[in-house]
């Protein structure tokens, strides 16, 4: 069973919270109450393998910016979330994505999801400018609403999808490990 570690980054109130409570305990959180970090668990089925999935739910405040590099060095994968209801967390986006790029060695893998499509009466954001953005970070791109389940599994099994998918790119990049015979190899057999 693969397991990995996905943090949630996004402005405070865009519902990192929401949708990491509504993947693992399939409820939706009506109250909003800023979160510092919080850790979120879930087994799952992908493709027909098991996995594990723990969600590092992040602070958005500004306040708490220095905690940030650590959940970025120990996350495997990323949701960078704006809600569709708000173009202030949409435009703060490419802060979370260099925050992203310094930390981390390799290209992140992240999906960048619009949060809150129920609530489309609101949008401020339309899902062609989302796709734009994903298009220019070079990512995937999902509208999600944490309050309906909607696209909320989903999210979370494409990016399971694009973590095996890199892992296996790199560990196919290595080909399979050469054996080294020295001088002193010999081969031996033992019977019983």
């Known amino acids: ?12 109130g865009v519902g990192k919270t929401a949708l990491a409570v509504q993947f693992t305990l399939n409820c939706f959180v009506e109250t909003y109450d800023p ?4 850790a979120y668990r879930k087994q799952l089925v992908v ?32 949701i960078l979330v ?14 979370f994505r260099q925050l992203m790029l310094r930390v981390k060695r390799n ?8 949060n809150k499509c129920d609530k489309s009466y ?4 339309s899902r062609e400018e989302g796709r734009a953005l994903a298009r220019s970070f070079g990512c995937n791109f999902l509208e999600t609403s944490a309050k309906d389940a909607t696209n909320v599994e989903e999210l979370f099994m494409n990016l399971v999808r694009a973590l095996r998918q890199t892992k296996q790119s790199e560990l196919g990049s290595q ?3 050469r054996q080294v015979e020295g001088p002193r190899s010999k081969k031996k057999c033992t019977i019983m």
Do not use: H
């Not at 979160?35 to 919080?38: A, F, M």
């Not at 969600?55 to 959940?71: C, F, K, M, N, S």
């Not at 290209?107 to 619009?114: A, E, Q, S, W, Y």
């Open 175 to 177: 080909g399979p490990p």
């Open 35 to 38: 979160t510092i970090e919080d």
């Open 82 to 95: 704006y809600s569709i209801a708000s173009r202030s967390t949409f435009e703060r986006l490419e802060v």
């Open 107 to 114: 290209k992140p893998i992240f999906v960048l999801v619009g």
């Open 122 to 125: 609101e949008r401020e954001v």
């Open 47 to 78: 493709d027909n393998r098991m996995c594990y999935v723990e969600v590092i739910d992040t602070a958005g405040q500004e306040e708490y910016a220095t905690l940030r590099d650590q959940w970025v060095r120990e996350g495997q994968g990323f």
């Open 1 to 12: 069973m693969d397991s990995w570690r996905v943090a949630v980054l996004g402005d405070g």
